[in-house]
């Protein structure tokens, strides 16, 4: 053999034996690693006193950048965060330097301390920006968590089972929290290696900050994604999570029909539903006959001039988690369209360049909504059968391709479907492009329940039997560098497009928009400066002008806790109900006050010309509204909001009211601790004519435990020259459900 191939084999053969030995001393690093960890995190008591024989073993990481108003400026407040793990938990903890009577925290129940001081860990665990997720605790210790996307806002109502505490010390306050590993879902790989940083909100710097151990990239819309440090945290002993949590329901009504109140007989509801994890990344929810049953009303909207559908955010657990896959710009899945469904069954799967969504229900209450050019019609359609699938393609650099697939059979005759294509795709680094192509196929059955006889082109809003089909887009590209951002958008959804699961009010029109924004940021008492402006065209389908719409913001934000809002909006043209509008001109003014955190002031005031669209024959009219929110906290456990929302609309030849009136609203909120609170709302309405009284005692240890009780009733005159109320209906309910775990 040839002397040099000889060496050369040799010097291979010894390569291979050195990354051998690497390989097996890493591995053998790892392990004891992993075996210290775990031994000092057993040691590790969740009290939120960080001592240092609990954590002198933790890797540490100083939170050194000021992300918010600065961009990435260095932090006026020290803070350490610690970081250990072993086979079964992720232990987290703070030390939070600064004055502890400037600290902002109170007790409170969960996922409502965000603005208050608090501590998070921040956590990519797939790497690849499909999500991230916020697990902390505010400095008396209410838990927070939340879901980051890239494309839409953090969604608080994503909530896992974990252990945390926190204390005030000398320094400042201290932290430390305890996730399961089981809680999250994470790559199905022997080793994994996660995304980690860290957060903190201080409001001691006199202005509302956020500081950060990585760096807040402008491009980037998912904040949690952005997480720099690759943890590798060993092969974690997975406990499958196997919940169970049964309810039972019992409320009694009462009516008054003519004098006295008429009591029904006490009624009861039971059902169960449960969670079952199949794998690290996939996980199975079931319910039969759930009680979706909020424990608040939601907050009452005013509808005197409105002529479409509106939306109220999601509180129900089983349709939580996953939710961030569903959502869309052309609003096709909106899950409080399923409103009380005999049985459901959802299935997720994270995978490792995939995620997967499937969801079937049988719906006995099935609101319909057909979209219009001018309004929305509902009805109730009764018994139906919901399908809902979609399935993600996660692609490098944050991007996304996904595929979503929807069927409502309705159990009286006909049914919807849609199907959407939609993309996220990130563009060098500065650039973002999404995408939606969306059809819908309509089936009309012969029950008619819409009670109307409006046309759209040759079709009728009556059930009829009538089949048609419709299509709908959107077409947005961003670009956000430091100091400005910029876009335009193509929107249009076509007369026939419905969304039999989804909150689709208005139709027929072709929209463009054109946005751009400037942001100055100083060390001045104006600590961030806002200046945005946008156009917006809308055409019909038939290629009329419907409206065209220009807007100039002004967003400031203060050294001294004050922020506010100056807007004003020129609609040159609108046309409605096929009359054309001229000019409209609208002024808006809003700012929060909150110098402290026993006192909030918030004030919003708008007032110009508004076509008054619910009158026989639409004119415009002068409209003012006025809306007043004050907060005053009596301790850390006691604290009172008032809420007053003002709106009037009147003719501007006559002075004539088209409406006008407003709703007063008293809150008292009592925190026994992070789990335990009551709550009392007395509201007065206008516009229903009622006063509304709301009394609850709720008790929610975790995310699937909930003992509450109260009770609802509505009071009204019982005629106009009466100074009297009296109570025409009343509601008392209690409810029970059990968190039941067989693995623990």
């Not at 890493?26 to 590790?44: K, P």
């Not at 306050?173 to 790989?189: D, N, V």
Request: with cysteine; hydrophobic share 30%.
């Amino acid at each position: 053999n040839h002397p040099n191939h000889s060496m050369k084999v040799i010097n291979v053969n010894l390569n291979n034996k050195t990354n051998q030995l690497k390989e097996f001393i890493g591995h053998s690093l790892l392990c004891i690693l992993c075996g210290v960890s775990l031994a000092h995190a057993q040691e590790i008591t969740i009290d939120g006193d960080v001592t240092e024989l609990e954590w002198s073993a933790a890797r540490q990481f100083e939170l050194e950048y000021e992300v918010l108003p600065a961009r990435n400026g260095q932090a006026k407040l020290k803070t350490i965060a610690f970081l250990r793990f072993d086979k079964q938990f992720l232990y987290v903890a703070f030390k939070a330097y600064g004055d502890p009577e400037k600290i902002r925290a109170t007790i409170k129940d969960r996922d409502t301390s965000w603005q208050e001081d608090y501590v998070a860990l921040m956590a990519d665990p797939y790497g690849d920006g499909r999500y991230g997720i916020l697990v902390g605790l505010n400095a008396m210790g209410s838990q927070l968590d939340e879901k980051h996307t890239s494309t839409s806002e953090p969604d608080s109502s994503w909530n896992i089972v974990y252990e945390s505490n926190a204390i005030f010390t000398d320094y400042g306050y201290s932290a430390e929290i305890a996730i399961p590993f089981s809680e999250l879902q994470f790559p199905e790989k022997e080793i994994q290696q996660w995304k980690i940083g860290f957060l903190r909100k201080s409001f001691e710097p006199g202005v509302q900050t956020v500081f950060s151990s990585y760096k807040n990239e402008p491009g980037e819309n998912c904040y949690a994604c952005q997480a720099d440090e690759i943890i590798n945290l060993g092969s974690p002993d997975i406990d499958k999570r196997n919940y169970i949590y049964p309810y039972i329901f019992l409320n009694q009504d009462a009516t008054r029909p003519v004098k006295n109140l008429k009591f029904q007989n006490p009624d009861y509801e039971i059902g169960i539903s449960g969670l079952i994890d199949l794998s690290k990344s996939s996980s199975l929810e079931y319910a039969i006959n759930p009680d979706f049953s909020q424990v608040e009303s939601d907050a009452p909207v005013i509808m005197a001039n409105q002529t479409f559908a509106t939306s109220y955010p999601e509180k129900r657990t089983f349709f939580l988690e996953g939710a961030d896959l569903l959502k869309s710009e052309l609003g096709s899945v909106y899950t409080r369209s399923i409103s009380a469904p005999l049985g459901a069954v959802k299935y997720i799967n994270q995978g490792e360049t995939n995620s997967i969504y499937f969801m079937q229900a049988t719906d006995t209450y099935s609101p319909y909504l057909a979209a219009g050019e001018y309004s929305s019609y509902e009805g109730n359609a009764g018994k139906s059968r919901v399908t809902i699938g979609k399935i993600k393609k996660n692609l490098p650099n944050q991007s996304n391709l996904g595929l979503l697939l929807t069927n409502r059979d309705y159990y009286s005759g006909g049914n919807g479907s849609l199907v959407e294509l939609d993309g996220l795709i990130n563009i060098l680094q500065d650039y973002s492009l999404e995408l939606n192509f969306a059809r819908s196929q309509t089936e009309e059955g012969y029950l008619n329940f819409l009670d109307t006889t409006d046309t759209f082109g040759s079709h009728t809003y009556q059930m009829d039997g009538e089949k048609f089909s419709g299509r709908a887009h959107n077409i947005r590209l961003r670009r956000v560098v430091e100091g400005s951002y910029s876009g335009l958008r193509h929107k249009d959804v076509s007369p026939t497009y419905r969304s039999s699961v989804g909150l689709v009010g208005k139709n027929n029109y072709k929209e463009r928009s054109y946005w751009h924004g400037r942001t100055f940021r100083t060390d001045g008492a104006f600590r961030k400066i806002t200046i945005h402006a946008s156009k917006q065209n809308r055409l019909n389908f038939q290629d009329q002008k419907t409206r065209e719409r220009l807007e100039t913001r002004l967003n400031i934000e203060t050294s001294f806790n004050i922020n506010g809002v100056f807007e004003f909006v020129t609609k040159a043209s609108e046309k409605f109900e096929g009359k054309q509008f001229g000019k409209q001109d609208e002024i808006k003014l809003a700012f929060e006050y909150s110098p402290s955190e026993t006192f909030m002031l918030g004030f919003r005031y708008e007032s110009g010309d508004q076509i008054a669209y619910r009158i026989e024959a639409p004119v415009i009219g002068d409209q003012k509204t006025q809306n007043i929110v004050a907060g005053i906290r009596f301790s850390d456990v006691l604290k009172i909001n008032l809420h007053q929302r003002f709106t009037e609309l009147k003719n501007k030849l006559t002075n004539e009211e088209f409406y006008g009136g407003e709703i007063n609203r008293f809150e008292l909120d009592y925190q026994f601790g992070n789990s335990l609170s009551s709550k009392l709302i007395i509201e007065k309405n206008d516009f229903q004519d009622n006063y509304y009284l709301e009394s609850l005692l709720q008790w929610k240890p975790d995310p699937y435990t909930i003992f509450y009780v109260g009770g609802t009733q509505y009071y009204k005159k019982p005629n106009p020259f009466s100074d009297n109320l009296r109570m025409e209906t009343s509601q008392i309910y209690l409810k029970f459900q059990y968190f039941y775990n067989p693995n623990s």
